[in-house]
Structures are given as structure tokens and as C-alpha cells.
């Protein structure tokens, strides 16, 4: 009897610890939002391994840069592209979540032009 009683008391000593230290962790972060940054990443780097980012960076066509990143981007979501330099101003979107990656172009061809291309993402209807 002695030894049960000793065993449940560990118990208790162990699940309280544990609710002690693991009481204090924050919310889980949106999983759906990190997806949409990893997507609109790999969708502008794969616009730029098949050569079609750069010169549209330098003329600053972000409508053509728009239809090309079409394939890559879940139906699910609206997007906006914008080209800027260091610092890009905040988008104006009227949106609960807004979702961003940023991607760096150092040039194209002989031009040393550092731009940054930023795609904005929120989900239809919200």
C-alpha cells in the first residue's frame, strides 16, 4: 500500500511540473499564413531561376510579374506585388491577415540596381 501511494504522489509531483513549465506557451502559430510566406518565396525564386523576374524588376512591370506568379499562388488568395527599394511603404489592403515575402534582385545584366520585390497575400473575402 505504502509503495501505490508513493507512486501516485510521483505522478502528481511529474504532471504538475509539466503543467507548471508547459502552461506559459503561447499561441500555436498560424500554420495556413507560414504556407502562404514559404509559397510566395519559392514563387518569386523560381520567377528568377527561369529568368523571368529580373528584367521586369528593372522596368517595374509588377502587372507582368503579377501574371506570371499566378501558377504559383493558391487560388484561395489574393495577391499584390510591389517593387521597391530598401524600405517599402505599407500596403494599403483591407484585410483581417496579411501575409508578406520579400525577395532581392541585385540587378539585371550589367545594371547594379538593387530592388526588392514584395508580394502581399490575404485570403478571398477576407
Do not use: H
Not at 484585410?95 to 538593387?114: E, L
Request: proline share 5%; net charge neutral; glycine share 6%.
Amino acid at each position: 500500500m505504502l509503495k501505490t501511494l508513493e507512486a501516485v504522489i510521483a505522478i502528481l509531483i511529474i504532471a504538475t511540473v509539466f503543467i507548471i513549465f508547459y502552461q506559459s506557451i503561447g499561441n500555436l502559430p498560424d500554420f495556413e499564413s507560414i504556407g502562404w510566406k514559404v509559397e510566395g518565396y519559392n514563387a518569386l525564386k523560381s520567377l528568377d531561376a527561369n529568368l523571368g523576374l529580373r528584367q521586369e524588376v528593372q522596368t517595374g512591370n509588377t502587372t507582368a510579374i503579377a501574371t506570371k506568379i499566378a501558377n504559383y499562388i493558391p487560388v484561395t488568395v489574393n495577391y499584390n506585388i510591389t517593387i521597391c527599394s530598401v524600405s517599402c511603404p505599407s500596403p494599403l489592403i483591407n484585410a483581417s491577415k496579411v501575409v508578406s515575402s520579400s525577395y532581392i534582385i541585385a540587378g539585371y545584366r550589367d545594371s547594379y540596381n538593387p530592388e526588392q520585390v514584395v508580394i502581399y497575400m490575404w485570403p478571398i473575402g477576407g
